[in-house]
């Protein structure tokens, strides 16, 4: 079945560092692929999606290629802040399941300090 | 930006006891989703509906977990009896379509504890 595997956290970052949280799939056919955010006490909110091969989602400074090659969705970004602090989902959602149902990672908890 | 709304926030229960979610999606989504999220894991889909018709309910525990969506707008998740493995968040979305792409947008959540 579909799968996403994310790297483990926390991620404990300085304010400015660069950020990268891995995010390999397992999917058949060519899924669309998501990044959620969770801050606490929450919902989640859809930060970026890419739906077909070399294709780049970006918001808010963060970006993330589809590589089909490597099944991957790397999150990155340049800068992060202490506002980002948050858990961040990789999500897939794969047509030949139907019905737009996401398959989650298990999330990756960042925290940003001062 | 219109919210799917959720209630209660906090529910803590007895085992054994029923308990109820409800959820209210944004205007005019046709598709609804409950997820539930064990702390440190993904959410997980429980229930899809379109409309008022159930489109996936593979993942539901149908022994002791019901979820019904009668009038096609807002929805309720129903577990009699609860138990300790049950203690979770439960997390409602919504979309504009059952189409693949369709973006999903999610509540705040009913985070529940069965004691």
């Known amino acids: 079945g579909d799968s996403v595997t994310q790297m483990e956290g926390p991620v404990t970052l300085s304010e400015e560092a660069f950020l990268t949280i891995n995010c390999t799939y397992t999917?058949?056919?060519?899924?669309?692929l998501f990044w959620y955010v969770q801050y606490p006490g929450e919902g989640l909110q859809l930060l970026l999606k890419?739906?077909?091969?070399?294709d780049k989602g970006s918001n808010k400074g963060f970006e993330a290629t589809y590589r089909k090659e490597t099944t991957s969705f790397h999150l990155e970004k340049g800068s992060v802040q202490v506002s980002d602090s948050a858990v961040y989902f990789c999500?897939?959602?794969?047509?030949?399941?139907?019905?737009?149902?996401?398959?989650f990672g298990t999330g990756t908890q960042l925290k940003v300090e001062l | 930006e219109a919210e799917v709304a959720q209630s209660p926030r906090y529910k803590i229960t007895e085992k054994s006891q029923a308990v109820a979610f409800w959820c209210d999606p944004i205007s005019g989504h046709a598709t609804l989703y409950w997820y539930r999220q064990i702390l440190g894991q993904g959410p997980e889909l429980l229930v899809q509906f379109q409309d008022e018709s159930v489109v996936d309910d593979s993942q539901l525990p149908k022994d002791r977990f019901s979820a019904e969506r009668l009038k096609g707008v807002d929805s309720t998740l129903k577990i009699q009896p609860a138990e300790l493995g049950d203690s979770a968040m439960y997390l409602c979305?919504?979309?504009?379509?059952?189409?693949?792409?369709?973006?999903?947008?999610f509540g705040n959540g009913t985070r529940l504890t069965v004691t």
């Open positions: 890419a739906t077909k091969a070399d």
């Open positions: 999500a897939l959602s794969a047509p030949e399941g139907g019905g737009n149902k996401l398959t």
């Open positions: 979305a919504s979309s504009y379509s059952v189409l693949n792409n369709s973006p999903l947008h």
């Open positions: 999917a058949t056919g060519y899924p669309s």
